[in-house]
């Protein structure tokens, strides 16, 4: 954007900071409304995956691979407190990145519970399988096969059994509640105590299962990596930027803060990359194609399928601006060291520099020093 010089009156300025102000107040407060379901798949399923098994794009590419939340022995691993400190600040050896300046505090707290909510199985004994065969030989009977309380138990016992799939059973039933209730039965109710037939170990597998089957809150729906807003009608116009503000996207710019943005002064576009490497373009299409496509397109316009969810957006390479500042040194960097307060990671955590070398040789050549005359409309 060209820098001007203004002779505005003072109240002139004061008026025009005053609605840059009020902007800025309506974007955070539109923010801290936002739905952690959308938070998570904008900013955190390109790597961890639409269901939170680490099923992506990046679990092949990524060493260590991004967390499995799936798993028993992560969700033991990882604390509420712990999830919150490394998404505020990312991990050092790995390619989590520090969120705390694109996400509030607020934001990453919900993105968290959401996580802990939907993705991650109770932290128990660790045998649900046990659990599944114990709860249908002594539970199933008065409760149900699939913890909604049997028929002949809600019509003759004279208090019905506890249904497991009801909102009031996840909000007042915690764990620790479920195995006591287990183990010395409920007073008043033909709830019986287990824990003269059944050891410690059996109880809490039982009440682990019915936690991880029965009392998980059920997924939104139509939320996915490449749909998260849901799969849209047949007939409904396909996302345009102009659009966006009204899918309940999270505010954020779509573009990079620094994509239009003149450049002080121009970039040597012949310059080398560092440490005298040499890039192999031929190596370099092939990591591009398996670790950069989903966010930058196969043709390097930042089109790719996860592109619409992402804030901001990928880099277009095949922009003006780009081809004006991206030389090799410049794409290597920013490719090894990745960007803060975008979801371009730090690939030199993951990559040889030798490969680091050949994506840029390979983006450099096929998109920033390509024939400009089919793209010379973008600006």
């Not at 509420?80 to 990312?90: A, C, F, L, P, Q």
């Not at 050092?92 to 300046?101: E, I, L, Q, S």
């Not at 899918?247 to 121009?266: A, I, Q, Y």
């Amino acid at each position: 954007m060209p820098m001007y010089k203004f002779s505005f009156p003072l109240y002139t300025l004061i008026l025009v900071s005053s609605l840059f102000l009020s902007t800025q107040i309506q974007a955070e407060t539109s923010t801290s409304t936002t739905n952690p379901a959308l938070i998570y798949h904008n900013y955190c399923s390109v790597c961890h995956g639409d269901k939170g098994d680490g099923n992506s794009h990046a679990e092949s590419s990524m060493l260590p691979p991004p967390a499995n939340f799936t798993l028993q022995k992560t969700a033991r691993r990882l604390t509420r407190e712990r999830m919150i400190h490394s998404v505020t600040n990312g991990r050092p050896g790995t390619a989590m990145v520090a969120w705390k300046k694109q996400l509030s505090s607020k934001e990453i707290e919900e993105v968290v519970d959401y996580v802990r909510e939907f993705f991650m199985p109770p932290v128990g004994a660790g045998d649900v399988g046990r659990g599944k065969k114990l709860y249908a030989q002594t539970c199933s009977v008065c409760h149900g096969d699939h913890g909604q309380s049997a028929k002949w138990g809600s019509n003759l016992l004279r208090s019905r059994p506890r249904n497991f799939t009801t909102e009031a059973s996840r909000r007042e039933l915690s764990r620790e509640r479920m195995i006591n209730s287990a183990t010395y039965g409920v007073k008043g109710t033909p709830m019986a105590a287990f824990g003269v037939q059944l050891s410690a170990g059996e109880i809490a597998d039982i009440v682990d299962y019915i936690r991880e089957v029965f009392m998980r809150s059920n997924m939104p729906e139509g939320l996915s990596g490449t749909h998260a807003y849901g799969q849209p009608a047949a007939k409904k116009p396909v996302a345009t930027p102009s659009t966006f503000s009204d899918m309940g996207v999270v505010n954020r710019r779509l573009l990079p803060k620094n994509e239009n943005t003149p450049l002080k002064k121009p970039v040597n576009m012949r310059a080398s990359l560092p440490d005298k490497l040499q890039g192999n373009p031929k190596i370099g299409h092939a990591l591009f194609i398996q670790n950069c496509v989903q966010c930058h397109g196969i043709k390097g316009n930042g089109e790719g399928p996860r592109a619409y969810f992402i804030f901001p957006r990928p880099r277009d390479f095949t922009r003006e601006s780009s081809r004006k500042r991206f030389n090799l040194p410049a794409l290597y960097h920013s490719i090894s060291k990745g960007k803060l307060g975008t979801e371009m990671p730090a690939w030199d955590l993951v990559m040889t520099p030798q490969q680091i070398a050949d994506i840029s040789e390979y983006v450099f050549r096929t998109f920033i020093h390509a024939d400009t005359s089919k793209s010379a409309h973008k600006k």
